[in-house]
């Protein structure tokens, strides 16, 4: 992630809203992207949200705090908080096989007697593999959501036999001892919340989190979300825009919450406040802590890891080299950024509806950021 303030370190600068609306524009006129969102919460406080350029550039929709969109991998913090209350309620453990929780057997062949568990999964370091091109291109649907069900789709993809099952689906490695990223776990994490709590995640989630919180537009599957506050969704390749069709995916627990810079802010500063938000309490306080514990150590952690690059929480990433943490999401025509400082004191998120295929126009949505925490910082002191 570009520095901001390193750049511009020869200079002094008011930071303020109007600085901040003139970097907003500016970045979104050099990115081309169609429209940003974004807010700051400090001590648990939501103290600014403001959104600039277009939901719907056609239509000169205007892309706002309450815009409506899918968050990509923003998802698993939320699926995290569900699978953390279930554990709060002794209902799972982290560290059980997860095994115990299937109706089916989840076992690398590679290393057919090691267990793998929920923390493995939540810290990216369980063996399981996104298979591509297989994962890209198979479980994403123009249009509308997947037809298959959840938990079919991860028995076929998982046990030997099943229509999606390769060997490539697992890393050649012990559960716990690699680290690489993993969508389809996160989806294997929702699905044994779904069959622990009886509910579906999108329904375990409205009743713990989105109710409480007031989070009245936010949604898990296309056909529940109103499309009239949905934001069109742009993918720019060198000079052109194009406008990309929305879609829903097979693993929705990895990736499929649709929802707004308002909405996420008020589930954002709970976790601040240590599960607690608008006198709602969502997870006990020693929950919180569990959660956002850097989980591996110089003694205990991947072989592949250099922990001054990137650590794991649970459903929790540290960001910019262990300085921020929290989570960011990226998938088809969005980009979306959750982030906080180690103390936890300052809070930013960020949205955009628009994916680029050329990292330097990139950086103005990380520069822009960057100006927000900057401004963040400026409000806290």
């Known amino acids: 992630m570009t520095n901001l303030a390193g750049q511009q370190n020869s200079k002094q600068y008011t930071v303020n809203q109007h600085w901040i609306d003139s970097v907003a524009e500016r970045y979104?006129?050099?990115?081309?992207?169609?429209?940003?969102?974004?807010?700051?919460?400090?001590?648990?406080?939501?103290?600014w949200m403001k959104g600039y350029g277009y939901a719907d550039k056609a239509n000169k929709i205007p892309f706002t705090e309450n815009t409506v969109m899918n968050v990509a991998s923003i998802t698993k913090t939320l699926t995290g908080v569900?699978?953390?209350?279930?554990?709060?309620?002794?209902?799972?453990?982290?560290?059980?096989?997860?095994?115990?929780?299937?109706?089916?057997?989840?076992i690398n062949p590679y290393a057919p007697k090691e267990k793998i568990t929920l923390r493995m999964i939540a810290t990216h370091s369980s063996s399981l593999a996104d298979r591509d091109p297989f994962y890209g291109d198979s479980t994403y649907f123009t249009d509308k959501d997947s037809p298959e069900p959840l938990g079919d789709f991860l028995k076929e993809y998982f046990v030997p036999g099943g229509k999606h099952y390769s060997d490539s689906n697992f890393y050649k490695a012990k559960p716990g001892e690699y680290w690489e990223y993993s969508n389809i776990?996160?989806?294997?994490?929702?699905?044994?919340?779904?069959?622990?709590?009886?509910?579906?995640?999108?329904?375990?989630s409205q009743s713990i989190i989105q109710k409480p919180l007031g989070m009245k537009n936010s949604s898990w599957f296309l056909s529940e979300t109103d499309r009239a506050k949905h934001a069109k969704l742009y993918y720019n390749k060198r000079d052109s825009?194009?406008?990309?069709?929305?879609?829903?995916?097979?693993?929705?627990?990895?990736?499929?919450?649709?929802?707004?810079?308002?909405?996420?802010?008020?589930?954002?500063?709970?976790?601040?406040?240590?599960?607690?938000?608008?006198?709602?309490?969502?997870?006990?306080?020693?929950?919180?802590?569990?959660?956002?514990?850097?989980?591996?150590?110089?003694?205990?952690?991947?072989?592949?890891?250099?922990?001054?690059e990137k650590n794991e929480g649970i459903f929790w990433r540290t960001k910019?080299?262990?300085?921020?943490?929290?989570?960011?999401?990226?998938?088809?025509?969005?980009?979306?950024?959750?982030?906080?400082?180690?103390?936890?004191?300052?809070?930013?998120?960020?949205?955009?509806?628009?994916?680029?295929?050329?990292?330097?126009?990139?950086?103005?949505?990380?520069?822009?950021?960057d100006a927000l925490l900057k401004y963040a910082l400026q409000l806290k002191k």
Request: glycine fraction near 10%; aromatic fraction near 8%; charge should be positive.
């Open 28 to 47: 979104l006129q050099q990115s081309k992207m169609a429209g940003v969102a974004g807010s700051i919460i400090i001590d648990g406080k939501i103290v």
């Open 185 to 204: 776990a996160a989806g294997l994490a929702g699905y044994i919340i779904e069959r622990i709590s009886g509910k579906k995640l999108s329904e375990y």
């Open 241 to 308: 825009s194009f406008q990309i069709p929305l879609y829903g995916i097979t693993t929705y627990p990895d990736g499929g919450l649709r929802t707004s810079v308002s909405d996420l802010s008020q589930f954002f500063a709970m976790l601040l406040k240590k599960g607690t938000h608008n006198g709602k309490r969502i997870l006990q306080t020693a929950t919180i802590n569990d959660m956002q514990t850097l989980q591996f150590t110089a003694k205990n952690k991947p072989a592949n890891m250099n922990l001054a």
């Open 82 to 106: 569900c699978m953390m209350r279930l554990v709060e309620e002794k209902k799972l453990s982290l560290d059980a096989d997860i095994n115990t929780y299937l109706p089916f057997k989840v």
């Open 320 to 369: 910019n080299n262990v300085t921020l943490l929290g989570h960011g999401g990226r998938d088809h025509g969005v980009k979306t950024l959750m982030l906080t400082d180690l103390n936890k004191k300052v809070g930013v998120i960020l949205f955009t509806n628009t994916e680029d295929d050329d990292g330097k126009r990139t950086d103005g949505y990380y520069l822009l950021f």
